[in-house]
């Protein structure tokens, strides 16, 4: 079976809670970024907010899976779905362009170390572009030295220079904004024309 990547839907929520079964995960259940206001809330607060995000329909992530075990997450959507975005001094809009925004990865420690990161962020990116997303965003983490995975939800620069990201901002040293640009329709065809 090997590894894929699927978008959360009501049927695969289980899935979402086995793998948010996790000390790290468990409290926030990735609605930190969807907030406004102090701290994540309430474990079971946040659980159900995301319920209620897929029962409406609305995709909040990818799952990936190993061999049919979900191993890994990560969450993607319009930037206005991450109300907290709006007021990040790190994070705040670079322009007025419609974003697509990557806010967080989460990897299972027994699936570490596989590159699982990586393969989420182009499954993520593939996703964007085919809900129609021209541009994604991220904000990761660039260190020299090394951090503990826990701290790493946002994912290292490296991934997003392997997966053709450019730098468009920096407004901490270790915080920069990074995005992916797809072409056009309409540049592919002006291209193509003499």
């Given at each position: ?7 959360v ?14 000390p ?9 970024y969807?907030k406004?206001?102090?701290?994540t809330g ?23 899976y190993d ?30 362009q ?21 393969r ?13 997303a021209r ?10 030295q ?7 939800f ?41």
């Amino acid at each position: 079976m090997g590894f894929e990547a699927q978008p959360v839907t009501k049927e695969r929520w289980p899935d979402l809670v086995q793998l948010f079964d996790r000390p790290i995960v468990r409290t926030c259940f990735c609605q930190f970024y969807r907030k406004v206001g102090a701290g994540t809330g309430v474990g079971q607060q946040n659980r159900r907010a995301m319920k209620a995000l897929v029962d409406r329909g609305s995709v909040p992530g990818l799952i990936g899976y190993d061999d049919g075990v979900p191993v890994a997450w990560v969450s993607l959507g319009p930037r206005e779905d991450y109300a907290k975005l709006r007021r990040s001094p790190v994070m705040k809009p670079v322009d007025d362009q419609p974003v697509w925004s990557i806010v967080c990865f989460f990897v299972d420690r027994d699936a570490r170390g596989r590159g699982l990161s990586q393969r989420m962020l182009e499954a993520a990116v593939d996703y964007a572009r085919s809900r129609g997303a021209r541009l994604v965003e991220a904000y990761p983490v660039d260190k020299d030295q090394r951090s503990h995975p826990d701290d790493m939800f946002f994912g290292a620069k490296s991934i997003y220079d392997r997966a053709g990201f450019r730098e468009v901002a920096r407004r901490k040293p270790t915080r920069p904004v990074v995005r992916k640009v797809f072409a056009s329709v309409w540049s592919l065809r002006s291209v193509a024309l003499p």
